[in-house]
């Protein structure tokens, strides 16, 4: 089946840790983002790559990392220097009129 | 500043109708998303709209009028299942997407 898939769906952070959220396509799109959605509020931004091996800033990147080195894959890091990271990530494609979500990955800090 | 406006919570009864607004402020237009989102769950795409009018799907129909800065989704004969979030985002000149904050549909019996 096509499609995007995120893992985990639930992960936990300790003070000053670094974590990664996965998100693989098969669905041969370009573009790829990460939002960051918080109770509540609408999607903001985080990163996007139109290409591999290329990405941008988006709205909120401070304390964010991201890398695009194959097509399918567009994995987040939330370094500790993100101090309110708890929210729920939500990775898309882009493909033509609309954007297609994965499930999503809940972060939180212990 | 780029902004997109809706209401934030709305309630409807199981049967009726409903209309959602969406109002936008953005750096030029190249379309307008609906997205229906329930509570812990990724969006799903209802509808776009790129030329003023009204596109109908089904029960939900989306309509534009650039001119105005302005859309509305009308959901008809409400489900209990339509109980969700819904979003309203625009793609604008740079084609970024600038999204709103979603309303909340309350659907009572």
């Known amino acids: 089946d096509g499609g995007i898939t995120q893992s985990p769906k639930y992960l936990f952070r300790k003070e000053g840790q670094n974590v990664t959220l996965s998100c693989e396509q098969n669905?041969?799109?370009?573009?790829m983002y990460w939002y960051r959605q918080d109770p509540g509020q609408g999607l903001r931004l985080i990163y996007y790559s139109q290409i591999v091996n290329d990405f941008q800033k988006g709205d909120i990147a401070e304390g964010y990392s991201v890398s695009r080195e194959k097509k399918e894959s567009f994995p987040l890091t939330v370094t500790s220097a993100q101090k309110n990271p708890t929210a729920f990530y939500l990775c898309?494609?882009?493909?033509?009129?609309?954007?297609?979500f994965g499930p999503g990955t809940r972060l939180l800090v212990l | 500043g780029q902004n997109i406006d809706q209401p934030t919570e709305m309630t409807a009864t199981e049967g009726a109708i409903v209309q959602i607004n969406c109002t936008y402020q953005t750096s030029g237009f190249n379309g307008l998303f609906w997205y229906q989102q329930h509570a812990g769950e990724a969006p799903t795409f209802l509808s776009y709209?790129?030329l003023d009018g009204l596109e109908e799907k089904g029960r939900f129909s989306s309509f534009l009028s650039r001119s105005k800065g302005y859309s509305y989704l009308l959901l008809k004969e409400l489900q209990m299942k339509d109980s969700a979030s819904y979003l309203c985002?625009?793609?604008?000149?740079?084609?970024?997407?600038?999204w709103g904050a979603g309303t909340k549909l309350i659907i009572k019996p």
């Open positions: 669905l041969n799109h370009d573009a």
């Open positions: 898309a494609t882009g493909g033509g009129e609309t954007q297609y």
């Open positions: 709209n790129v």
């Open positions: 985002d625009v793609m604008d000149s740079n084609y970024q997407l600038i």
